[in-house]
């Protein structure tokens, strides 16, 4: 089925006006736009780890959700969604309940790259029925901007300050979503927000609709973090697919499809110029940065195009 | 009808589990309560129960699928020990604030330093106030008949508060012993089904679990909680003239052994209870008036109730399975002793810490427990009000 | 007991909470008037709007709301202005003022 976005703008709101995210917050048209991939018939248990999006969004007694949620701690958003999932199995088989429940898990990258790790990799191995979503905004954002492992090199988080001693991050970001591809999961894609958000709504209702564990991946900019101002968070998502720092492509049982390749793929720089977390790389002496940037971009894209071809 | 039979505690908290049929079980193992989801495994095998038994990667996340599910409108329920409850910590908080009634078998064992796989209360009492309701067992029937109370006290709208079902490692947990068990029927038609009034997969309303709560609501929050805690107290009753009403045995929130005249008495928990209630009897016929306190449930604490049946001893020495290294003794002591304080005439106090990491406790160190009370007694000294009993020392052990 | 989230508030006593501060109904965060945070304004100019709908999606506080197909003027009660609407709108029609 096309995809239409009037049609899909028509859809009730699942996902409430009057959370308490930061203005301009990214994880905020994520949730809009992971509920909207939901069949409108089918209802939906989130599983949220905590973090910024679990703080803003349910606030007693203020729920931003539409339907059943639950946090209970950082590291266990998968492991609560397994249990949620082996619930709804034993109440279907004993008759209890009628409808359709999808379970989505959501996590930050802190949730789900880190301390959240080892309960997403036993759900996955486990081969439980949900998708997982991470809205990734590449370091802990809740307490502060501090690295995670998906923070990229280079940038300047508060435990990664750049300085006369130090060009911020040191270490390039885990890669999660081939991480997660090597469980075996039947879906897998990584995606943002540009356009009419037709990829990001392509691949979540194909992940949704998958059977077993399937992921993903959304870079998610943060306006406080990567220090930008917050209107610009549609050309930073662009520039990040444009330059390939963050490529668009999911892979379907082991296979992987490109879903865009950029015509003129643009130097990285175009995506790091925009934002404050990089802003030390520009100085003189300092030019280096760039170009390693660039060389880890290159070589990443490669390998992804041999596994897509 | 009983069934009389032969049974492990651990086999014993799986019978009961089986016969309960929770809906979810989700397991991670640890020495020495492995066996209570390996047999459970093979009910499930054997077509014995239909629970959904899930095999997590952890036991944090084992808890965390547990919440899950019991939020989600089940009855969930896992079994751990020492390192494996420790690893639960954060999530045995998450789910008593979350008012979720799950059920924790739990096979008391040390923690570490140095590892050590034996008996002692380090692993549950240093969870003593994460918000569980804790029953401990004496041996392998109290374990079982605490677990068919389990579910119905944490689930009582006027509680939903987890529990913990304790049993003694090793001691309890593998020893075989003979056991009265219930009819499958009959333990189904006791605990009921679980119908909470809202669940994650209800159809007429969402169910949102798990808020963050700014301080106007936390304090508030934490005295509901503080309340079901106290109302759990009746609830225990209840249930407990229930199961006598229907099995014949009877259960307080202590047991009282030759207590009615006693002047010297011994309050500790569990298995060793069976050791010191040689002790006493052999006493009584040497014409000491000694008696014994097992205590049962240590969450909710009843203090007012252990007073009162202490309050006519001469002296009293509450025996801790765990070291709380307060440097002030261990937690049954404080609680009891604490308990005391506004008695017009109370019995002298004292704490002795023992049986750490499976050391043996026998008829004769109980006995020398009691030749301390009645010198106490005799000279109006009280001495080291903490002391350590059963180690290798280069001190005399106080007299 | 199912007390309603619009009925629950700081001075209310505890006897009064939800159990375990569940809450049982949809989207309660409504209540809450995010549109306070506004330092910036977005305004609707319904004449240049062609109803292409690129705005919709991106905004992170639902305030743009679409019936039958088209975007109504903004939910001011929740907007925070952060103007990601105002750079994807590709025909103007959103104006960003200061607040006074």
Not at chain 2, 39 to 51: C, E, H, I, L, S
Not at chain 2, 162 to 180: Q, R
């Amino acid at each position: 089925m096309a995809y239409n976005l009037k049609e899909q703008l028509n859809k009730p709101e699942r996902f409430e006006a009057g959370h308490r995210l930061c203005a301009g917050c990214g994880a905020g048209i994520v949730c809009r736009a992971m509920m909207r991939a939901l069949e409108p018939e089918d209802k939906a248990v989130i599983c949220n780890a905590t973090g910024c999006l679990e703080v803003s969004s349910f606030q007693y007694p203020y729920t931003a959700w539409h339907d059943s949620y639950i946090h209970t701690a950082f590291e266990n958003a998968t492991a609560t969604a397994s249990g949620v999932e082996a619930a709804y199995n034993v109440m279907r088989r004993r008759g209890k309940i009628k409808d359709t429940f999808k379970i989505l898990a959501i996590g930050g990258d802190g949730g789900t790259y880190d301390i959240g790790f080892q309960s997403l990799s036993g759900a996955l191995e486990r081969g439980h029925d949900f998708t997982y979503f991470c809205y990734d905004n590449e370091a802990y954002m809740n307490t502060g901007t501090q690295r995670s492992s998906a923070t990229p090199r280079f940038a300047n988080a508060t435990t990664t300050p750049a300085g006369v001693e130090s060009v911020g991050k040191k270490q390039t970001q885990k890669d999660l979503t081939q991480i997660v591809v090597a469980h075996g999961a039947p879906y897998v894609a990584q995606t943002t927000l540009i356009g009419t958000l037709k990829d990001f709504h392509e691949k979540a209702h194909k992940a949704i609709y998958t059977e077993g564990p399937t992921f993903v991946n959304v870079l998610t900019p943060c306006p406080r973090g990567w220090q930008y101002p917050a209107e610009l968070l549609p050309e930073i998502c662009k520039m990040a697919v444009e330059t390939c720092v963050w490529p668009l492509y999911e892979v379907e049982n082991g296979e992987y499809h490109l879903s865009y390749m950029p015509k003129k793929k643009l130097p990285v720089e175009e995506f790091m110029k925009l934002q404050g977390r990089f802003r030390h790389c520009f100085k003189p002496g300092n030019e280096w940065t760039i170009e390693a940037a660039q060389e880890y971009v290159d070589k990443q894209w490669e390998a992804l195009l041999a596994k897509c071809n | 009808m009983s069934i009389k039979d032969r049974l492990s505690g651990n086999e014993a908290i799986a019978t009961a589990m089986r016969q309960i049929n929770p809906d979810v079980f989700a397991m991670f193992p640890i020495t020495p309560s492995t066996e209570i989801p390996q047999f459970y495994a093979q009910y499930v095998a054997d077509g014995k129960v239909d629970t959904e038994f899930i095999c997590v990667e952890s036991e944090h996340s084992a808890l965390s699928a547990c919440a899950g599910a019991e939020a989600a409108g089940c009855r969930a329920v896992t079994a751990t020990s020492s390192a494996g409850l420790s690893y639960m910590n954060e999530m045995l908080y998450v789910v008593a604030s979350s008012r979720l009634p799950l059920v924790l078998a739990v096979s008391n064992r040390a923690l570490t330093g140095p590892i050590n796989i034996n008996h002692d209360y380090s692993d549950s009492m240093a969870e003593r106030d994460s918000g569980f309701i804790q029953l401990y067992a004496e041996n392998n029937q109290e374990a079982y008949d605490n677990y068919l109370q389990a579910h119905r006290i944490a689930e009582h709208p006027d509680v939903r508060l987890p529990l913990m079902v304790c049993e003694d490692g090793f001691i309890t947990s593998h020893a075989l012993e003979n056991i009265e068990l219930e009819e499958d029927e009959a333990v189904k038609d006791f605990v009921g089904e679980y119908h909470p009034e809202n669940y994650l997969l209800k159809s007429e309303n969402p169910l949102a679990v798990g808020p963050y709560g700014v301080s106007g609501y936390y304090m508030e929050a934490r005295v509901a909680q503080a309340e079901a805690m106290k109302n759990a107290k009746r609830v225990i009753l209840e249930v407990a003239a229930d199961f006598e009403k229907r099995f014949g045995r009877h259960y307080e929130f202590f047991e009282s052994y030759r207590m009615e005249d006693a002047e010297l008495a011994i309050v500790l928990m569990g298995s060793s209870a069976g050791t010191a209630k040689v002790a006493v009897d052999e006493l009584r016929e040497e014409g000491v008036k000694a008696g014994l306190i097992k205590v049962r449930v240590f969450r909710p604490f009843p203090g007012e109730e252990i007073v009162e049946a202490l309050k006519n001893c001469k002296a009293v020495a509450i025996l801790d399975k765990s070291e709380g290294f307060s440097a002030n003794g261990g937690p049954l002591f404080a609680e009891t002793a604490s308990a005391a304080i506004n008695l017009e005439k109370r019995p002298k106090m004292i704490d002795i810490v023992y049986g750490l990491g499976g050391r043996d406790f026998t008829v004769g160190h109980a006995k020398r427990v009691f030749a301390r009370l009645a010198k106490i007694v005799e000279t109006g000294e009280t001495g080291p009000i903490y002391s350590h009993m059963g180690q290798r020392d280069l001190r005399k052990e106080v007299q | 007991m199912s007390k309603k989230a619009a009925e629950i508030n700081e001075q209310i006593p505890w006897q009064e909470l939800t159990t375990g501060c569940e809450i049982y109904e949809p989207g309660t965060s409504r209540l809450t008037m995010t549109g306070e945070w506004r330092s910036k304004i977005p305004v609707f100019h319904k004449e240049k709007c062609k109803q292409c709908l690129l705005c919709a999606p991106f905004c992170p506080d639902s305030s743009i709301p679409v019936k039958d197909g088209k975007r109504e003027d903004f939910d001011y009660d929740h907007c925070k202005g952060c103007g990601i609407c105002v750079t994807v709108c590709p025909f103007d029609a959103i104006e960003w003022k200061e607040v006074h």
